[in-house]
């Protein structure tokens, strides 16, 4: 594995257990705030987020088995990988409020908060090259 793509697997390690923290803060907040409804919109809100981070590792892993010398197919590879993560937030977002009508506030919460995770480790290593 080389350096980098090493760096950038630790980081989405710590940023899904960031990840997992804060879902289940959240979730906690909302269950007592709002009840078992809260809950489960928090807890699949940040749900959402895990999801997204945990595409992101599958694909850094198939990029590692590619040519390192082709940069299309590197392109390639993460051009679909945002694609499907993309698609994959949208899927479970409609299924979310349209399928299973969770509270919405508690959803957007639990999901922006999920996300963040991504802006903590952005801060956290702006210096590390």
Same mark, same amino acid.
């Given at each position: +594995? +080389?350096?980098?793509?090493? %760096? @950038? ?6 940023r899904?257990?960031?990840? #997992?923290?804060?879902? $289940? =803060? ?6 007592f705030?709002? /009840? @078992?409804?809260?809950w489960?919109?928090? $807890?699949? /809100?940040?749900t ?14 198939? +990029? !590692? %088995?590619c040519?390192?010398r082709?940069?299309?197919?590197? @392109?390639?590879?993460?051009?679909? %990988?945002?694609? !499907?993560?993309? $698609? %994959? ?12 009508? =969770?509270?919405?506030?508690? #959803?957007?919460? $639990?999901?922006?908060? /999920?996300?963040?995770a991504?802006?903590?480790? /952005? ?7």
């Amino acid at each position: +594995m +080389m350096y980098g793509a090493a %760096a @950038l697997a630790a980081t989405l390690r710590r940023r899904l257990w960031r990840q #997992l923290a804060a879902t $289940a =803060l959240i979730a906690l907040f909302f269950a007592f705030d709002s /009840g @078992l409804n809260g809950w489960v919109a928090a $807890a699949y /809100g940040g749900t959402i987020a895990i999801v997204s981070t945990l595409l992101q590792q599958w694909h850094l892993r198939r +990029m !590692e %088995a590619c040519d390192p010398r082709s940069s299309a197919r590197a @392109l390639r590879f993460l051009y679909r %990988a945002a694609l !499907e993560r993309l $698609a %994959a937030v949208a899927i479970l977002f409609a299924l979310a409020l349209g399928l299973l009508q =969770l509270a919405p506030l508690a #959803l957007l919460v $639990a999901f922006t908060i /999920g996300q963040a995770a991504l802006l903590i480790d /952005g801060i956290q290593f702006k210096d590390v090259r």
